[in-house]
């Protein structure tokens, strides 16, 4: 009965070699040979991470075509700045000269009423040969300018400026100074329109 239930089991006694022989049969017992591995195929990455992979391509793309178009925005806007002062500029060196001929001996008429002293016995106007013809047309409709205004003409350099004298004081008006003036604000304002 005994041999029965040993008879499964390896017998050391019998093998070659003693204490080796039992070592090599329990590790023949202990570890089978291993069986032949199987390629290992690649996982091919699920529909979920493609996606994800295209769209961050897509984000970075996106990212990179937004500061593009912030560089540009902000180009734009610099050029369109210059534009506008180049133009409101160039309007001004023709506008005013013109404006200041249609309109100068009117403005001059209608103000002086307000800034001869009311003591004024006699005023004298100086101004260039177009100017003056138009004070003298204007101050003629008015009473009190026409009784103590004399217009002259200046034939001196500066046709934009008036003169205006009552004896105790005067005053000028010098539109081109005026005009260079504002002109040269502008400019400073704006750099690049300069030269």
Known sequence: MSEALFANLPRFDRLNGGANAAAASLRKVAAPDPAPAEPVEEAEPDGDALAREALNRQLQALEATLGSL???????????????????????????????????????????????????????IRAESALAESLREIIARSERLSAICTVHEDEAPGGDRVSVSWGAGGLDFDFAGLLESCLGQLRSRNPVTEG
């Open 70 to 124: 912030t560089e540009t925005i902000e180009q734009t806007r610099a050029e369109a700045e210059t534009q506008t002062m180049e133009t409101i500029v160039a309007m001004a060196e023709t506008l005013f000269p013109a404006l200041s001929k249609d309109f100068l001996a009117e403005e001059i008429a209608r103000h002086l009423p307000e800034l001869l002293p009311k003591t004024a016995a006699t005023v004298e």
